[in-house]
């Protein structure tokens, strides 16, 4: 198991997200509510439909760099 396991809130904006998953190099990112319960997942692909597409495929290459 993965320890120190990285998340956002559900409060947070999508861009708070990005950043996150971008400075990690993370393609999914759970989401954890004010009692830090798992309220959502976010994906990689989740995140693709939601940004224009040249700022998605930013994201896709800062995210995918460490498995190439």
Known sequence: MTGGVVYCRDTEEVEDA???MEGKQ???LPV???AKRMVG???LGDISHALPQDIAGEVTKAVSAHHA
């Open 32 to 34: 954890l509510d004010e």
């Open 26 to 28: 993370i393609r999914r």
């Open 18 to 20: 990005v950043r996150i």
């Open 41 to 43: 997942m976010i994906r």
